[in-house]
């Protein structure tokens, strides 16, 4: 089984600081990454897909991608209260399936 | 957000009984998928469909049967529910297979 691997934190981050979020995943064949916000008791929403080595932004969110060493990364500039959440990692796997870390818990201090 | 129901949003039903949860999307997507959430597992794929009719099964397919009989409605089905069926369970969809996907709002379900 591939996985995908986060810290499950919680991450705790002052009020307008970057936020970095981890991930790892263990198949090297993967092209698609994807970064999905959850808040509690709701259901996970796309923030972010990543295809290509390097850095994409979107507003305050940066999302890392570097194949060699199979490391997928989203920096949260800015921090809000509001950002604080549980942070998915997906991969999609050889199969074409998509593969989900278990999720880091991110807490952002007013 | 993706036009993506399910129904219902809350179910407490007794073991032993068959459930029926139900996805509808208005995207006109092609793939269709069922996951189930649980604390210290994460987000696990039950069973994904690939157009009408076709569906396949994911990694904790036991238990569960899926029917898709329209583009637009995914059925999960638990013949005989059992505690450890007791989850949040979501639908996806997405427009191409490892592509990015859209989840709706979510299933819960307590099995007593």
């Known amino acids: 089984q591939k996985e995908v691997e986060q810290n499950s934190g919680p991450l705790s981050v002052p009020e307008g600081a970057i936020a970095s979020l981890n991930c790892t995943y263990s198949?090297?064949?993967?092209?698609?990454f994807f970064w999905y916000r959850q808040y509690s008791g709701k259901s996970p929403e796309l923030i972010m897909s990543?295809?290509?080595?390097g850095d994409k932004e979107d507003g305050r969110f940066t999302a890392q991608l570097n194949k060699a060493s199979q490391y997928v990364s989203l920096l949260i500039r800015d921090s809000q209260p509001s950002d604080s959440a549980t942070y998915l990692c997906?991969?999609?796997?050889?199969?074409?399936?998509?593969?989900f870390g278990k999720g880091t818990r991110l807490h952002i201090l007013p | 957000d993706a036009g993506i129901t399910q129904s219902p949003r809350h179910k407490v039903t007794e073991t032993g009984t068959p459930v029926t949860l139900r996805c509808h999307q208005t995207e006109n997507h092609r793939y269709m998928y069922w996951y189930r959430q649980d604390p210290g597992h994460g987000l696990r794929l039950i069973h994904y469909s690939y157009g009408v009719k076709d569906t396949d099964k994911g990694e904790v397919s036991d238990g569960y049967s899926v029917s898709r009989s329209k583009t637009e409605d995914f059925l999960l089905t638990l013949e005989s529910a059992t505690s450890s069926q007791t989850s949040v369970y979501f639908c996806?969809?997405?427009?191409?297979?490892?592509?990015?996907?859209?989840f709706g709002p979510g299933t819960r379900l307590t099995v007593t």
């Open positions: 996806a969809i997405s427009e191409y297979r490892g592509y990015e996907q859209y």
């Open positions: 990543i295809y290509s080595n």
């Open positions: 997906a991969v999609e796997s050889r199969d074409d399936k998509i593969i």
């Open positions: 198949d090297r064949v993967s092209q698609s």
